[in-house]
């Protein structure tokens, strides 16, 4: 499978409990980007890495959240301390770095819904 | 921040009709996307568009990068069943990595 791949699908938890999802992206993409989506909305953007550098951060990224991607490869997005706001669609996608036809388009897994009771 | 509006909300149609959605921003893109997202699973992409005025087509979708270069359209010819679902338009702006997403178009096929 050559496909974005994300774990757990799905993740229902008490509040205040701490949560990782990982995701493991198109092996020869360098660049790898997580989303949040709540229901109704479009993805949010939270951070991107290219190679295991984290180059952005959205403010949505609550000291609360966490990711890495320690060797470049697969990444792992933390929350602690959860809270019944952090229940949404969390999702994965990468990207090359190619030229123009094709160039850095987004390929997204099939996301890790959270439910925070 | 850049913001996307997406317009309609939600359609529904029967089928075989044509669709027609578009995208606005209050920002100059460099590129744009439209992805499309059914129930449960994540976005999938359908056309992605790179210069202002280009034309695109994937079968029955056209897609169509704005002379602004401040907008976008999506146009789904002869709709079936199977085009029922959530449809995204995203754009980049030039030099940044990040896609921003439109609120969704949620269309819905009367048989």
């Known amino acids: 499978d050559t496909g974005v791949s994300q774990n757990p699908r799905h993740k229902i938890t008490k509040r205040g409990q701490n949560v990782t999802f990982r995701c493991d992206p198109i092996?020869?993409?360098?660049?790898l980007y997580w989303y949040r989506q709540t229901l109704g909305q479009g993805p949010e953007f939270l951070t991107y890495?290219?190679?295991?550098?984290?180059?952005?951060k959205s403010r949505l990224l609550s000291d609360r959240f966490s990711a890495e991607r320690p060797k470049g490869s697969f990444s792992t997005l933390e929350i602690q301390r959860t809270e019944q706001g952090d229940s949404a669609m969390y999702l994965c996608?990468?990207?090359?770095?190619?030229?123009?036809?094709?160039?850095?388009?987004?390929?997204f897994g099939a996301g890790s819904r959270l439910t925070v009771l | 921040g850049q913001q996307l509006n997406q317009s309609p909300q939600s359609m529904f149609i029967q089928e075989g009709e044509d669709v027609s959605m578009n995208c606005t921003s209050s920002?100059?893109?460099?590129?744009w996307l439209w992805y499309k997202q059914d129930p449960g699973e994540g976005p999938v992409l359908l056309i992605a568009?790179?210069?202002?005025?280009e034309l695109t087509s994937n079968g029955r979708l056209t897609a169509q990068f704005g002379i602004t270069r401040k907008d976008s359209f999506l146009n789904i010819s002869a709709s079936i069943p199977s085009d029922v679902g959530i449809y995204f338009c995203?754009?980049?702006?030039?030099?940044?990595?990040?896609?921003?997403f439109g609120q969704g178009t949620r269309l819905t096929i009367n048989p």
């Open positions: 996608a990468s990207s090359s770095r190619g030229g123009l036809s094709g160039a850095n388009v987004l390929t």
């Open positions: 092996s020869e993409h360098n660049r």
């Open positions: 890495f290219q190679n295991e550098a984290q180059l952005e």
């Open positions: 920002s100059i893109f460099n590129t």
């Open positions: 568009l790179y210069k202002a005025g």
């Open positions: 995203a754009g980049r702006i030039q030099g940044a990595q990040k896609l921003v």
